[in-house]
């Protein structure tokens, strides 16, 4: 696996607790939207401690960029990387693997497990294919909402957004389960695209196969 060295063109918040980094892109470097690399600082105690990460860039631009849930709370490499800024380095790895998108669907994401749906969101809208595609998004607060504009200026009414931990105008307040899928999705024979914690990402799978989804249809980062 080759390594490369790329500096910290700018960080910028996207939430309270989310950053949005931009980073010079190595020359030659092509990635598939979905697709992830393995990242870490590049300081004597930091550079092989190394993480997965989705590209949220299009391969076309001329930076890579990453959104990155921080977690303060534990003393892990996303409170390190909550405290860079522009300038410093970082170390990636090559491409791989994450979450292919094979045709229009439905996406379920839960918190910063949306972040592999971002790029195949942005070049399916650069090349006029948004069409009927569906992202239901669940978090616990309106806070907590990654790229919120964006979504809903991309996907319109087909934008869904549940909270589970506050009731707020606007907002659906429930989980996402059985009830909850039959009532927002009216064909289960095209593709599912899951991403958030296991436990989630568990459970959503076993309600869309109860609803008729074939589980090959019903894709997951890998």
Same mark, same amino acid.
């Given at each position: 696996?080759?390594?490369?060295?790329?500096?910290?063109?700018?960080?910028?918040?996207?939430?309270?607790?989310?950053?949005?980094?931009?980073?010079?892109?190595?020359?030659?470097?092509?990635?598939?939207?979905?697709?992830?690399?393995?990242?870490? #600082?590049?300081?004597? =105690?930091? +550079?092989?401690?190394?993480?997965?990460?989705?590209? $949220?860039? *299009?391969? @076309?631009? !001329?930076?890579?960029?990453?959104?990155?849930?921080?977690?303060?709370?534990?003393?892990?490499?996303?409170?390190?990387?909550?405290?860079?800024?522009?300038?410093?380095?970082?170390?990636?790895?090559?491409?791989?693997?994450?979450?292919?998108?094979?045709?229009?669907?439905v996406f379920i994401a839960g918190?910063?497990?949306?972040?592999?749906?971002?790029?195949?969101?942005?070049?399916l809208q650069a090349e006029n294919?948004?069409?009927?595609?569906?992202?239901?998004?669940?978090?616990?607060?309106?806070?907590?909402? #990654?790229?919120?504009? =964006?979504? +809903?200026?991309?996907?319109?009414?087909?934008?869904? $957004?549940? *909270?589970? @931990?506050? !009731?707020?105008?606007?907002?659906?307040?429930?989980?996402?389960?059985?009830?909850?899928?039959?009532?927002?999705?009216?064909?289960?024979?095209?593709?599912?695209?899951?991403?958030?914690?296991?436990?989630?990402?568990?459970?959503?799978?076993?309600?869309?196969?109860?609803?008729?989804?074939?589980?090959?249809?019903?894709?997951?980062?890998?």
């Amino acid at each position: 696996m080759e390594d490369h060295i790329v500096k910290i063109i700018s960080v910028e918040p996207v939430t309270h607790d989310v950053i949005r980094f931009k980073v010079e892109k190595p020359e030659g470097y092509i990635f598939v939207s979905g697709q992830a690399t393995d990242m870490s #600082i590049n300081t004597p =105690e930091l +550079k092989k401690e190394k993480r997965p990460f989705t590209f $949220t860039s *299009l391969n @076309d631009d !001329k930076h890579l960029e990453f959104v990155i849930k921080i977690y303060d709370s534990h003393n892990g490499v996303t409170k390190e990387l909550g405290k860079l800024k522009q300038g410093d380095e970082l170390i990636i790895g090559d491409v791989w693997g994450a979450i292919e998108y094979k045709g229009e669907g439905v996406f379920i994401a839960g918190g910063a497990g949306v972040t592999p749906f971002i790029a195949i969101l942005r070049q399916l809208q650069a090349e006029n294919k948004i069409a009927n595609n569906k992202l239901i998004f669940t978090n616990k607060t309106e806070k907590d909402i #990654i790229l919120k504009k =964006e979504f +809903k200026e991309m996907l319109g009414k087909n934008f869904i $957004t549940t *909270l589970t @931990d506050e !009731k707020k105008e606007g907002y659906e307040n429930n989980r996402i389960d059985y009830t909850f899928l039959k009532e927002k999705i009216d064909n289960f024979k095209q593709h599912f695209y899951v991403c958030g914690p296991p436990e989630l990402v568990t459970a959503i799978s076993e309600a869309l196969t109860q609803l008729g989804a074939k589980t090959d249809a019903v894709i997951f980062e890998k």
